[in-house]
């Protein structure tokens, strides 16, 4: 019985010493390893959420303590009190483990591994993955620690202290994620590599992939003494230690992040939800001496799915020590640091980094590394333009009043649908259409490529060059335009006549009919008619002029007159009444008609005042008289006015009697009668008067007849032989 109770005394005395053990190596722990921050471009503003505990478990669970008193309680009632440690519910709050902090180098409790071995993963856009807590299953991801079997290979004896195998397992706990960062599913998660039990002299300097990765020896070159590794620690908040404020992400982006940034599409595995996950674990001897050469070493590996860029390790030279070497070469900084950039690390691949140290004073050592990546994420689209072109085809000349047909198309040239597609025309002048001036024809939409078409005619109703215009509008895109110069081309007919414009009564005239082609095409089937007046009496035509009663019209007909020619031919008239008349000269062709061309003629009757002058006795004696009588007539074709006759008597003359159609004066010369107001065509006046002669010879008597129309007088003389009887 006393063995039994030295043997229950022993033991009760070694799980106090584990409890212990457990929480001073816990505090180290922590201490040493700090926390890592999530470096990712989209949280980069958002502070990690914690993990948390139901609330009917936090009780038996928040603290690993507690899991440790349920196992060890038992044990330490039969240990003396001098040896016995406080119960967990007594140790105050502010010794508790941070909740919110992640738990930094912990690991499965199920798994054996030395006290200076740590490893964290990191997630972009989930922040550090929380590490296990006691009786948890594995978060998703994280690297297994490296295994140790009681440290062979080392040449430490083997630890009094228990496994952490031999612990009773504590009751499975939720380990629900953040809501804000969800977490990958753990079957996406690429099964991670343990790290070799021993460190290598020298690594390659470019990540490999988990099968290249290079063997570690399996055993250092110096063996040293170690503590036992079946239980890794938790640490504790000592209460002279200020509270550590919890871990931020970086508010700031850096020139690298901004670097990986482009304008154009990145690569195609590029596109759509990138996660990569770098997992970092340190591992260093768990004993080293002053002066010896110890290597530490440093495993990144991207765990996820997608390769991150721009990757980058930060570590520290740890205080006591001085820097040999690092494969591969790292940059030293004036600080202590030194900085490994990376790169690009492709999904599954890992880099191993080695630090040879030597100590210089005794105590604990170490230091806390972190991984800086970035990740990188494509989207690329399509962005299309419709471009849409109208073409008109027509030929580039049409003959007046012929309808001219346009063949419109319109294509889809771009590499976008056009939509809501329409061609508009303003008819220009020149060209008609029974529509109206505005035309319009909607097409709908048009997919790259599509023509539509449709023909369009137009008449030709003048002369000339005329631009035809239509443009396609459509409400997504710019409008395009067409113009098309088209040549209406006609006959242009100009007529003349030319003969005399005054006529006299009876007298026969000819006249020149003229037609002249001076359009931009032949004349076809030519006609021209002149239709006459009633004061003109139609006597002949040339060319087979046709003379119509009825109309009192001549007309000819031309088979073709080209361009630039000129038909004439001849017309005779007979002038039969007085006044203002118009030959009218009218003419067509197919498709065309002449302006009307007037001919002016103005016809009049011609005066002619003709008188005779005879005495009735002659001869006669001295002092005899004898009678004239002088007959005037209008022998013309017009009416005269203002007809005057003189009477010039010869010396010795005397007028006895007189008589006529007007007064009339004697004056020195002889005899004046009033002007005859008017004498029409025909008119005829008698006048008589006596003569005395009182000397003899032959003696001449002088009749003056002038008029309006004849302003110089017409002189008539009629002589008289007087004689003396003897």
């Known amino acids: 019985m006393k063995r039994i109770a030295i043997a229950g005394a022993g033991f009760l005395l070694t799980a106090g010493l584990a409890i212990f053990a457990i929480a001073v190596a816990q505090r180290d722990s922590r201490e040493r390893a700090g ?10 503003r958002q502070k990690p959420t914690p993990i948390t505990f139901p609330s009917d478990v936090r009780e038996s669970a928040n603290t690993p303590m507690n899991h440790l008193r349920t196992v060890a309680e038992p044990l330490m009632r039969e240990v ?28 499965d409790f ?8 740590s490893q964290i993963a990191l997630t972009a856009g989930q922040g550090p993955t929380p590490a296990k807590k006691p009786g948890l299953a594995s978060p998703p991801g994280l690297l297994p620690p490296p295994q140790f079997s009681n440290n062979e290979n080392l040449g430490v004896p083997p630890s009094p202290f228990p496994s952490a195998a031999s612990l009773p397992a504590p009751p499975a706990l939720s380990n629900a994620a953040p809501p804000s960062f969800p977490m990958m599913p753990p079957s996406s998660m690429p099964t991670p590599t343990p790290l070799p039990s021993s460190l290598p002299p020298s690594l390659p300097s470019s990540p490999t992939s988990p099968s290249q990765a290079p063997s570690l020896p399996t055993a250092l070159s110096t063996p040293v003494p170690t503590l036992s590794p079946s239980i890794t620690s938790l640490p504790l908040r000592s209460e002279s230690s200020p509270p550590r404020e919890p871990s931020r992400q970086r508010e700031s982006t850096s020139p690298q992040m901004v670097k990986l940034a482009s304008a154009a599409p990145g690569a195609r595995q590029m596109d759509g939800a990138q996660n990569p996950s770098l997992q970092i674990q340190k591992r260093a001897p768990e004993e080293v001496q002053v002066g010896q050469p110890a290597t530490f070493a440093l495993l990144v590996r991207n765990v996820g799915d997608a390769t991150a860029y721009e990757v980058s390790v930060v570590d520290s030279i740890p205080r006591g020590t001085r820097l040999s070497k690092t494969s591969p070469p790292a940059e030293s900084r004036p600080d202590g640091t030194l900085v490994w950039s990376l790169g690009e690390m492709a999904a599954g691949s890992e880099q191993v980094l080695t630090v040879e140290l030597i100590p210089e004073t005794e105590g604990e050592i170490g230091s806390v590394a972190s991984v800086n990546f970035a990740a990188q994420a494509s989207v690329r689209t399509v962005s299309t333009q419709p471009k849409l072109v109208v073409k008109q085809i027509v030929e580039n000349k049409i003959l007046l009043g012929k309808p001219l047909k346009i063949q419109v198309s319109v294509t889809n040239e771009g590499t976008g649908v056009a939509r809501g597609v329409s061609l508009e025309e303003n008819v220009p002048a020149g060209l008609r259409h029974p529509s109206g001036d505005y035309l319009g024809a909607p097409f709908g939409d048009l997919v790259p490529g599509q023509s539509r078409t449709i023909d369009l005619e137009l008449i030709a109703v003048k002369p000339g060059m005329v631009r035809n215009q239509i443009r396609v509008v459509a409400a997504n895109t710019s409008s395009n335009e067409s113009s098309v110069d088209v040549e209406v081309v006609s006959p242009q007919l100009q007529l003349s006549m030319s003969g005399p414009g005054l006529r006299y009564l009876e007298r026969q005239a000819t006249y020149q009919v003229s037609v002249t082609n001076q359009g931009t095409s032949t004349a076809y089937d030519l006609e021209i008619v002149a239709k006459l007046p009633r004061g003109l009496q139609y006597n002949s035509s040339g060319n087979l002029g046709d003379y119509s009663s009825n109309q009192h019209a001549v007309s000819w007909r031309l088979q073709e007159l080209p361009v630039g020619s000129t038909a004439t031919t001849e017309l005779t008239l007979l002038p039969v009444e007085e006044g203002e008349f118009a030959i009218r000269l009218q003419s067509q062709a197919t498709g065309v008609q002449a302006e009307a061309f007037e001919k002016q003629i103005r016809i009049e009757g011609q005066s002619e005042l003709s008188f005779t002058i005879e005495d009735d006795n002659d001869p006669i004696e001295v002092d005899g008289e004898t009678t004239y009588e002088i007959q005037i007539t209008n022998t013309g074709t017009r009416i005269d006015e203002d007809v005057q006759l003189m009477i010039e008597l010869p010396k010795g003359a005397k007028a006895l009697r007189h008589n006529g159609p007007v007064n009339v004066k004697e004056t020195a010369q002889g005899l004046l009668f009033d002007p005859i107001s008017q004498m029409r065509a025909k008119d005829q006046h008698v006048f008589r008067f006596s003569i005395q002669f009182s000397e003899s010879g032959v003696q001449v008597v002088r009749a003056h007849l002038k008029s309006k129309l004849r302003p110089t007088a017409v002189v008539k003389e009629e002589s008289t032989q007087v004689y003396r009887d003897q």
Do not use: H
Not at 35 to 44: G, I, M, Q
Not at 86 to 105: N, Y
Not at 110 to 117: C, K, L, S, T, W
């Open 35 to 44: 926390v890592l921050e999530t470096v990712n471009p989209d949280y980069a």
């Open 80 to 107: 003396p009190e001098e040896f016995q440690m406080a119960p967990v519910d007594q140790v105050p709050p502010e010794r508790w483990p941070d909740e919110d902090a992640p738990a930094i180098g912990a690991f």
């Open 110 to 117: 199920n798994q054996a591994g030395p006290v200076g071995d």
